[in-house]
Each structure stands twice: as C-alpha cells, then as structure tokens.
C-alpha cells in the first residue's frame, strides 16, 4: 500500500483537526460553549425519556392496575414533569442547531479571508506550479466540506458522544450484568468501525484529490476551448477527461461504499444486542437474578436502542469528517506556503530638492521620485533620484537547478534608452523581465537598479516604479475606467482620461456606449484584442512609471491595430527606460541596444544598423532566411 493509500488517521490528522477545531474555538468561544451546554441539555432530555420508562412502569402504571378506583394524578404529574424535560430538550436542540449554523459560516469566512490573504503573499512560483482550477478547488470543494462538517458532524458527533456516556451511566445504573454486555459489543463494533472506517477514509482523501484534478483540468480546457476547436482536439479532451473522472468515480464509490455499509453493520450489531439483552434480561427476570423487573427490562432494552444510534450516527457522519479533513489539510497545505519573501529595506518615497539641491523626502506629489536608503552600519539615510538606470551583472538564474535557463547575463540599460530583447522561444527574454520584477531571484550575480543592489529594495516598491505591458492582456470585471485606474487606484477621472488620451485609447471608448463607464466582464471579451491592449497600455500609462517592460505587447493583433497600439505605446516610452520582447522586429528598429538570445546567453547586440551589417543571427531574422520560433 503506497503512502497515499494508507488510512490518514493518523498524528497528521490528528493535528489537522486540533488546527480546525481552533478555529472554531478561537473565534466563537462562547457561542461553542452554549452549544456545547445546549447539547449535554438535549442529550439529558433524550436519555431521560428512556430512563423514565422504568418509573412510569415500576411506580406509576402497574400498582393501578387492578384497582377498582385508580388515582391518575401522580401518573400525569410524572408525565408532565417529562414533558418539561422533552420540551426543554427541543428548545436546546433548535438553539444549538441555529448557533452551529452561524458558527460554520463565521468559519469559513474567516478561513477565506484567511487563505485569499495569504493568497496574495505566495510568490509566481506557487501559481506557476498550481493549476488555476486546483487552486479554486480550495474555495469551492474543500471549503464546502469544512461547512458540513461544521454545522451538521460536529454537533452530531458530541450529541452522540454525550449519549453514550449518559446512556452508558444509566445502564450501569440499571443492571451492570446487561452492561457487561453491551461492552462486549461495543468492542465488537468499534473493531469492525475502525476497519471500515480506514479504509473509507484513504478513499475519501483520493477522492477530494482526484476531484481538484478535474475541476483543474474543466477550468483549463474552458479557456482554451477556441484551441480545443481549432485543432480538432475535442475527442482527445474527451478521453483525457473520461480518465480523470474515471479516477475519481473509482475512489468516490469506493469510499461511498465503505461509509455507507458502516450504518447497516452497526445497525445489526446493535439489532443482535437488542435480542441478546432481551433473551439475557427475561431469564434474569426468571431467575430472580439482579433485581431485574419489568420496567427494568423496558427501560434497558429502550437504552439498548440509545446506546447503539449514536455509534450509528458516527459512522454516518465519519464520512464527512474524513472529507472535511482532507479538504482542511489540503487549505492548510496552502496556507502554510512559504510566503514571499522580502528582506528589502529600501523604499520608494516623493521627493524634492531643496534651495542647496539636496534631495528632501516630502508627503505631497511632486513627479519626482527616489530611493530611501537607510544604512545599518552608520544609522544614516541617503536618498538617490530615481532615473531608471538598470543593469545586470554575470546573472545566471535557472527555474530548477538542474536546468538553468540564463548563463553569466551582462547588459545595461541607462535612463531613458529603450533595449529590445529578440530570439527564439525559451531563450529567456520573459524570464530577464521576471527577474527585474522579482517574481523570481537571481542564483548567481546581480541587478542593480539606479545603483542599488535590487534584493534591497523591497517588492512592493520595485515593483510600483515598474510598469508591465503584457501580451496575454487580463482585464478585470469592472468598468473600463476601474480597468485603468487600477495603475493608480487614487487617480482622478480626469487623470484616467489623460492615461487613455496618451495611450490612443480614448477614440474607442468614447464610441462604446456607456465611455469609460461601459461594464466589461470575462477578461473584457467585449473588446477586441487591440482595445484590450490600448487598455493595458493606459493602466500602465496612469501609474507613470520610469522603468517600462513591453513583453511582446504586439505579436497578438494585426498589423494595422499594431500601428495604433504601437502609436500608444511610443508615447508611453517617451523618457523612460525600456526593456521590449519583441516577435515582430519591425516594432525594435528605434531600439538604442538589440540582445540577441539564443540558449540564455547573449550571442549579439547592437542597434539594427550595427546587428544587420554583423550579417549574423539579427540580419537573418531580420531579412526573413532564419525565423523565430
């Protein structure tokens, strides 16, 4: 049995529970005791039912009868006072049924909260090795279970756990020799529980595996079902699908079927312990042995039924326990994700020069920009304009070790130049852009931006004097003037409309019929590809950064949007620094410098009169004898 089939009763899980169970601790704790007393409440009332049959038979009901003129009236006074105790019973039950309610949706909020938090603190690298339907598995199904299981296994099992210890004492109580018994029983069922109940479990963990596996795989082949058509792929989906639901239709059933032969097992074994105390409890009776009467016999045989359903009611609910825990560790797998790390202490703040022409750092907007470095060793502060000077020196960097995808890398870009990286796919153009980002780091080497070693800036500030175009444009549900705010989430409307203006954008949208107010949904399909881009060209536009990167911003429409976008973007470079990952080279002629990538290093640079008269690799793309692939 592989590691992932074993049953995950274990320390793991163990600990997986505790870890949940605080959450419902922690957040409602007082609204967990009240259920917690409501329930003791209800299961008192339900075994007092029971218990109050021996009474009602042995005190109440057989010394009336023969009586000529029998007396009713203790009779009913011992029913109403168990009346009060049902009905006390009832309320308890509604109460806590109601609080759970609002406890598991208190939960899982915070949960989400939670796990969208850290969501945001994971680094590329998570996203790049996670399936988008994986990963909304976690908010959908598995959060789902922990809703089940909170409001209807947890009072469940406690209500049942409560009933067998209260059951328990009353039958001791009653006849210790019938109790004998029932343990004889109990052990017999908690064997046959903990046999059925691993192998359910190991089934149900597969199960909520196999089913992100599908979900992921439905969520990919939706978005790219135009590609699917294009390329006749429909049969083959099919069949891929058909083997994941296969899959997951062979450890649904198998665990459904484990858990749903718990219930009818127990059920028996607790019918076979019916018959045996009433076969022992007769002869007892007969025998005069213990004390047994009549109403003892009743009584015990109803608590025989009590006793038995709340194993039963276990049993039925392990199912979702085991689920809900599987769903549980996968979110805590995630949560417990490295989060991004940031050792960066330099910062981005508005600045000024004073009269002296010393940069001062100011609150108030001023369009200009510097680095705030502070010195450890001193304890002072020194503040550098920034100008947009990046450069990059003997870099090496490789997604995994064993495969690196950049080698000893050097190039500048000074302030304001544009510098174009050319060469076929997977030479590492996208990857020099991430690492300017920092959405991965360096193994070997360094960047130094306006002089400053990059790892000491922190994240959110580098990034924020970064502007990014890219060529698979994402756009979110919102208005298109929300779409372009979002560079610059305090921008003025007008603002917006200078973004749109400098980008080329404002024609088109003030064609639109509701402007810069019309509603755009499902990654903007509304637009065509080029006004797509035109609004990614203003978001960039709007937050004003001086370090632009354009990663193939182009090589997705046509050649005459491509003159329109192109317009938008030569404003959008107008005095800042460029990096630019181009397929069409036509978009590069202008560049200050051309990289030439193949293999992630540097095979040629220059300007495009300098690259064609080399005749090498450029003069070949170029000229069309060599293309990039």
Same mark, same amino acid.
């Given at each position: ?8 009763? #274990?320390?793991?899980?163990?600990? %997986? ?38 009474? +009602? ?6 010394? +009336? ?14 029913? %109403?006072? +168990? ?20 406890? !598991? ?20 690298? /998570? ?75 190991? /089934? ?19 978005? !790219? ?13 099919? =069949? ?13 059933? #198998? ?15 607790? #019918? ?20 047994? %009467? ?50 960066? /202490? ?53 997604? %995994? ?12 870009? =000074? ?30 080497? =360094? ?21 990014? &175009? ?76 001086? &370090? ?82």
């Amino acid at each position: 049995m592989s590691k992932q089939e074993k049953p995950r009763i #274990n320390a793991g899980t163990i600990k %997986t529970a505790k870890r949940l169970l605080r959450y419902v601790t922690g957040t409602y704790k007082v609204q967990f005791i009240v259920v917690i007393f409501c329930i003791l409440m209800s299961s008192v009332a339900s075994i007092s039912v029971s218990l109050s049959l021996k009474y +009602l038979l042995d005190d109440y009901i057989i010394p +009336l009868i023969g009586q000529e003129n029998p007396n009713y009236s203790e009779l009913y006074m011992a029913l %109403t006072v +168990l009346g009060i105790i049902f009905l006390l019973g009832v309320i308890a039950t509604f109460v806590y049924s109601r609080m759970m309610v609002v406890i !598991g949706q208190g939960v899982l909020k915070r949960v989400r909260d939670e796990m969208f938090e850290h969501m945001q603190k994971l680094p590329i690298r /998570y996203f790049d090795q996670n399936t988008t339907g994986s990963i909304m598995s976690l908010y959908t199904n598995d959060t789902d279970t922990l809703r089940q299981m909170i409001n209807q296994s947890i009072p469940q099992v406690l209500m049942s756990a409560f009933t067998i210890v209260v059951t328990f004492i009353s039958m001791l109580m009653l006849s210790p020799i019938l109790t004998a018994l029932a343990v004889l029983m109990i052990v017999v069922m908690t064997f046959v529980s903990k046999v059925v109940a691993g192998n359910s479990g190991k /089934y149900f963990i597969r199960q909520q595996v196999d089913l992100a596996a599908v979900t992921g795989f439905a969520e990919e082949r939706m978005n !790219g079902q135009r590609v699917v058509k294009v390329f006749n792929h429909e049969k083959i989906s099919e =069949k891929e699908f058909d083997e994941l639901n296969e899959k997951l239709f062979e450890s649904a059933a #198998n665990a459904h079927t484990f858990a749903s032969i718990m219930g009818p097992i127990i059920g028996n074994l607790g #019918n076979l312990q019916f018959v045996l105390t009433a076969v022992l409890g007769g002869f007892l009776s007969v025998a005069g042995i213990g004390n047994m %009467t009549l109403g003892t016999i009743a009584s015990y045989l109803q608590f025989t039924k009590s006793f038995t359903q709340p194993f039963m009611q276990i049993a039925q609910q392990f199912n979702s326990i085991i689920m809900a825990l599987a769903g549980a560790e996968r979110i805590f797998n995630m949560m417990d994700e490295e989060p991004e790390k940031d050792e960066g /202490y330099v910062t981005l703040v508005n600045a000024k020069k004073d009269a002296d022409g010393n940069i001062v750092e100011c609150r108030e907007r001023t369009g200009m920009w510097a680095w705030k470095h502070p010195h450890q060793a001193d304890g002072t502060i020194t503040y550098t304009e920034l100008k947009g000077d990046v450069r990059f020196y003997d870099m090496t960097f490789g997604y %995994t070790p064993d495969h690196m995808v950049l080698h000893d890398l050097t190039l500048y870009a =000074k302030p304001g130049q544009k510098l174009a990286f050319v060469g076929s796919t997977g030479a590492g153009k996208t990857t020099i852009t991430n690492l300017i980002n920092r959405f991965y780091d360096v193994d070997d080497g =360094k960047i130094r931006y306006d002089d400053i070693n990059i790892n000491k800036i922190k994240k959110a500030d580098l990034r924020r004097s970064l502007g990014i &175009v890219l060529q698979d444009t994402h756009l979110f549900t919102g208005t298109i003037k929300e779409n372009i705010r979002y560079g610059k989430l305090d921008a003025t409307d007008e603002e917006v409309v200078n973004a749109a203006k400098l980008a080329h954008a404002d024609g088109f949208i003030r064609m639109l019929p509701n402007g810069y107010d019309t509603h755009l949904s499902g990654d903007g399909e509304e637009l065509s590809q080029g006004q797509r881009q035109l609004l990614a060209i203003a978001r960039a536009a709007i937050a004003d950064p001086p &370090v632009l990167i354009l990663d193939e911003a182009t090589s997705s429409i046509d050649t005459r949007t491509e003159s329109i976008v192109q317009k938008g973007m030569d404003n959008l470079m107008k005095g800042r620094t460029v990096f630019v990952i181009a397929h069409r080279l036509s978009t590069i002629r202008n560049s200050d410098a051309i990289m030439v990538l193949e293999h992630g290093r540097i095979i040629e640079r220059g300007t495009h009169e300098e690259l064609l008269a080399l005749k090498g690799t450029y003069y070949q793309l170029y000229t069309g004898k060599l293309e990039l692939s």
